[in-house]
């Protein structure tokens, strides 16, 4: 007879396989790094317009 695994040990075994902590904190540096750089080109194109607008009118 084998001995019945224990419940908690399993269950903290496959969270940590599937779900790595290093993993989410690279996922969210790429995340706030693609943000960040996302709003810089937003807000260089929103002056490039305003100022043609400004150039038009």
């Known amino acids: 007879m084998s001995p019945e695994p224990v419940p ?3 269950r903290e075994v496959r ?3 599937r779900f790595p902590s290093s993993i989410w904190q690279r996922r ?3 995340l706030k790094f ?7 080109i937003f807000l260089i194109g ?4 305003v100022l043609l607008l400004m150039l038009i009118f």
């Open 15 to 17: 969270k940590a396989r």
């Open 46 to 49: 929103l002056a490039v317009v």
């Open 8 to 10: 908690s040990m399993g």
């Open 28 to 30: 969210i540096v790429m």
């Open 34 to 40: 693609l943000g960040g750089t996302i709003g810089v």
